[in-house]
């Protein structure tokens, strides 16, 4: 899960990391009113996720609140990259007297949180590891013995001279690995962390992702999910805890499990449809899982047919069907719709089946071929 | 003979009152494995099927000297519940649980590599070795006893591939899934070592899927120590960049982690990589036929298909390449880091003062 910038400064402020003051404005006239309150030059951000807001236009410098609100002006409603703007953070804007990079990653390939630091910062991080590597400094973390003083400090060495600047930032490197352990982040990330003309160490933006697995420890965190930058029936899928991803094709997919579901999708290419969902299930279906499934796939208005394969391991053949039975009762679908049962308790599913007369399929490349068919497509 | 479970495989059940865990233990019973009991705090004295439960890991192994652990316990405990099964001294641990927090798992690592305590999972199927024994949720109905050890990434798709065997008759030595989250403990490659080890197994077939670089890490170990064909599938290529795919593991960032990109590493050791899953067993046969040595550079339509799409949209392939290099340039952290560019540094960081 992201957050947007302003939550992610007020995790960190939270934490202790020196951010800039600033709050968020969903009208021009609630950005004058922060700005006011700030009563010096400010930086007006648009708030939506995706990386490039500056180069899009969507971070501007006001000298003043009258400035400000001229600016969230043409800034709320712009669109980033596909992303309407409906909010924007007001902070103070700060003296840059130079800029660093400073982020954690939880790194598959070591298995442990890796700290980035770079004294290239304020610019994509991606072209200084591409361009300049030896600007990039990285800590891999014991994740059981935990980030030790010196080894922030050594990073910050990799940052500052002056020992003043290097404590801060060591202090702020702390402070940021803790912030990862703490609300479960995939990623954090400062880019840029400043020093100020005051020699002042500054986190002036903020980046965080959240480990969707520990989302239900992390009540706080998930409370700052922003329903307007996603797509509905993705959130109507969360909610029945389904892995549901929204694509552009005609051929509905129900599938259980994620390895087969992805295949059933490539297959649906394959032989000349376009898949118009990824849908997974999940292990122990529950007929009411298999019922809301249903209802999202058949609610996107593109899908022309509908694809139900299931491999049973974890899931029960019977229970799938008596969802898709009940679904099909209660929903009364006029697409049409193909179904395959294999595996734990397949023949009662295959008996329960029966009662809707659904046509079903054998193989897993058949289930595929009668959908695209009956969607009309393919070659 | 097998990999990691054979006759000899004493299971313990944790979580076994459960749905799951209760469904499961019948079914892994009825498959022959040894099922000497499960463990449910508060539950100790009760019966599940027969199945003696217990009140901790610690009196299970000691009452039934099991070594093989199967845990079927909620996110929030799977970890606890990893942890108890090393302390109470198992040996292979297969954790079926589908999400554990990323950052419990970082710290669970460390402990069962430690304590030389095998790790299948999180999040996998668990594995079956023909004829011997099964730990975890895998139908024992689609299995047969034959030659070929199967690795993969994912579950239901394992599955299917399996079956795809098993219906033109190359039989399995074991099937293990290994999992789909960002951390886990068993990794292809060490499953490739335990097949190229095992003399039972001839041929092995390898599933894998987007995200991460496992894939790539195995081509390249396969290229080094695996005289055995193999045969590989890789699920994901019809996958949006930038989203998660059901599996916390299963996601593109950016250029890293796409189908067409494993695809190639594949191809390029010579490991050919079918179109469906059922096409698994001719690809198989061919390769088998054929000279000993594995085909070199053989591209498969899919592959194919996979870079025609990645071109067509480079809208999207850009908007994620943040994320992708990142994670690129975090992987040698462990190597490089000590080695500290001084002179370099220090001129940025004067420049920067300036």
């Given amino acids: 899960m992201k957050v947007h910038e302003y939550q992610a400064k007020e995790l960190f402020a939270e934490a202790g990391i020196p951010v800039p003051p600033g709050e968020v404005a969903t009208t021009p006239v609630e950005a004058f009113e922060i700005a006011s309150g700030i009563n010096r030059a400010v930086m007006v951000k648009s708030q939506v996720h995706v990386g490039g807001r500056g180069k899009a236009g969507g971070i501007k410098y006001a000298e003043n609140a009258e400035a400000a609100k001229v600016l969230a002006q043409t800034i709320l409603g712009m669109d980033i990259k596909g992303l309407t703007v409906k909010k924007v953070l007001v902070t103070a804007a700060e003296d840059i007297a130079s800029e660093s990079y400073v982020g954690i990653i939880l790194d598959r390939a070591t298995k442990r949180p890796v700290i980035m630091v770079s004294p290239a910062g304020g610019v994509d991080i991606e072209e200084v590891a591409a361009k300049t590597p030896e600007k990039i400094f990285k800590l891999a973390v014991d994740p059981v013995l935990g980030l030790k003083a010196y080894q922030a400090r050594d990073l910050a060495f990799k940052l500052y001279r002056d020992i003043g600047q290097v404590r801060q930032a060591a202090d702020i490197i702390m402070k940021l690995y803790d912030v990862f352990w703490k609300i479960d982040a995939s990623l954090v990330e400062i880019n840029p962390l400043i020093t100020n003309t005051a020699s002042k160490v500054v986190a002036i933006d903020a980046k965080v992702n959240i480990d969707d697995n520990a989302l239900y420890r992390q009540k706080q965190v998930e409370a700052m999910r922003d329903l307007d930058a996603e797509e509905p029936s993705e959130v109507q899928a969360r909610d029945a805890d389904l892995s549901y991803v929204k694509l552009d094709g005609s051929i509905g997919c129900m599938v259980n499990g994620a390895g087969l579901a992805m295949t059933t999708m490539d297959l649906v290419k394959r032989y000349g449809g376009e898949p118009a969902n990824f849908l997974d299930i999940g292990g122990s279906s529950s007929p009411e899982k298999v019922i809301t499934a249903l209802k999202i796939i058949l609610g996107d208005p593109n899908v022309r047919s509908v694809l139900i394969n299931i491999f049973g391991g974890i899931t029960r053949c019977d229970d799938v069907a008596t969802g898709i039975v009940r679904a099909f009762k209660e929903l009364k679908p006029t697409i049409p719709a193909v179904v395959r049962l294999t595996g734990t308790n397949e023949k009662e599913g295959i008996r329960i089946l029966k009662s809707v007369n659904l046509p079903s399929a054998d193989t897993l490349d058949n289930v595929v071929k009668k959908a695209i068919e009956l969607a009309g497509e393919g070659a | ?354």
């Fill in chain 2, 1 to 354: 003979m097998s990999i990691f479970i054979d006759k000899k495989t004493k299971v313990l059940v944790q979580g076994i009152t459960g749905r799951d865990g209760s469904f499961h233990a019948q079914q892994m019973k009825s498959a022959g494995t040894k099922v000497v009991g499960g463990v449910t705090p508060g539950k100790g004295g009760a019966s599940v099927g027969g199945i003696p439960v217990f009140n901790s890991m610690a009196e299970a192994v000691k009452k039934t000297g099991a070594n093989t652990s199967v845990i079927y316990v909620p996110p929030p405990f799977a970890a606890d519940a990893i942890y108890e099964a090393v302390g109470a001294g198992i040996k292979t641990v297969v954790c079926v649980t589908e999400g554990i927090p990323a950052n419990d798992m970082m710290k669970v690592y460390p402990h069962v590599t430690k304590h030389g305590v095998r790790l299948i999972g999180p999040n996998c199927p668990g594995l079956i070795s023909v004829g011997q024994s099964k730990v975890g949720i895998m139908p024992a109905t689609i299995v047969k006893k034959g030659n070929v050890g199967v690795v993969s990434r994912s579950g239901t798709l394992t599955y299917e591939a399996i079956w795809a065997l098993t219906l033109a008759g190359m039989g399995q030595t074991t099937c293990i899934g290994i999992g789909g989250d960002q951390v886990i403990g068993t990794n292809f490659i060490d499953c490739l070592k335990a097949f190229e080890a095992d003399k039972s197994t001839k041929a092995i077939v390898m599933i894998g899927e987007i995200g991460g670089s496992d894939e790539e890490e195995a081509a390249a170990y396969i290229k080094k120590y695996v005289t055995k064909p193999v045969v590989a599938f890789i699920a994901g290529q019809a996958a949006p960049p930038g989203k998660r795919m059901g599996h916390a593991g299963a996601i593109i960032s950016g250029g890293s982690g796409t189908a067409a990109e494993k695809i190639a590493a594949l191809n390029k050791v010579g490991v050919p990589v079918a179109g469906s899953p059922t096409e698994i067993p001719d690809v198989l046969k061919e390769l088998m036929s054929g000279t000993k040595k594995k085909a070199s550079g053989r591209k498969t339509p899919a592959a194919k298909k996979t870079v025609t799409r990645k071109k067509a949209s480079p809208k999207k392939s850009a908007a994620v390449g943040k994320t992708t290099a990142r994670a690129r340039a975090a992987k040698p952290a462990s190597r490089t880091r000590t080695k500290t560019k001084t002179k370099n540094k220090k001129t940025a960081a004067r420049k920067k003062q300036k």
